[in-house]
T-cell receptor, first 117, second 112 residues
């Protein structure tokens, strides 16, 4: 069964430093996508970055990058040069591309990141 | 371009009451989803739709019904609300099954 695991309930990082948020996943499908969403205290879900299972390069999007290790089934989010506005809950999620999957997202439990000034 | 909107933003119900949550998207997306978020947990899928007139069950469908009569709207109904349905409800839509889902702002529902 598909499963997403985020083992860090909470993380602290000093402003301007880099931080890595861990995510492992379990799937028997060969074709899937991995997503990271940010949820600030205001509650909305903001899409950050995407990695496809067949992508050979690690995804990058501004200060966000993914450390994708397919064999280990992990996709860790790296935020460089942390800013106070990065304080939020971060969710890792997976979409399986198989027929009849409906494109639904499976979410992890989230990691709450706090950036210290 | 409003994206995904949800109505209402907040609601308090008494046990046994019914209500309907409305989700609307203006991006012409085929796929729409209803999730619930409980404290300390990620989002869990309630129901979803792969196109106008279609619906399917997700991970936690009990106590909810949905309808997709128009492509742009996806309604979530609670026929007889229970305290266990106290949660934040998110609607999402996507153009396909590969790219990101776009989320609405959420509805905070409390059932007393």
């Amino acid at each position: 069964a598909q499963k997403i695991t985020q083992t860090q309930p909470g993380m602290f990082v000093q402003e301007k430093e880099a931080v890595t948020l861990d995510c492992t996943y379990d799937t028997s499908d060969q074709s899937y996508g991995l997503f990271w969403y940010k949820q600030p205290s205001s509650g909305e879900m903001i899409f950050l970055i995407y990695q496809g299972s067949y992508d050979e390069q690690n995804a990058t999007e501004g200060r966000y990058s993914l450390n994708f290790q397919k064999a280990r089934k992990s996709t860790n989010l790296v935020i460089s040069a942390s800013q106070l506005g990065d304080s939020a809950m971060y969710f890792c999620a997976m979409r399986e591309f198989g027929y009849n999957q409906g494109g639904k997202l499976i979410f992890g439990q989230g990691t709450e990141l706090s950036v210290k000034p | 371009n409003a994206g995904v909107t949800q109505t209402p933003k907040f609601r308090v119900l008494k046990t046994g009451q019914s209500m309907t949550l409305l989700c609307a998207q203006d991006m012409n997306h085929e796929y729409m989803y209803w999730y619930r978020q409980d404290p300390g947990m990620g989002l869990r899928l309630i129901h979803y739709s792969v196109g106008e007139g279609t619906t399917a069950k997700g991970e936690v469908p009990d106590g909810y019904n949905v309808s997709r009569l128009k492509k742009q709207n996806f309604l979530l109904g609670l026929e007889s609300a229970a305290p266990s349905q106290t949660s934040v409800y998110f609607c999402a839509s996507s153009a396909d099954t590969y790219n990101e889902q776009f989320f609405g702002p959420g509805t905070r529902l409390t059932v007393l």
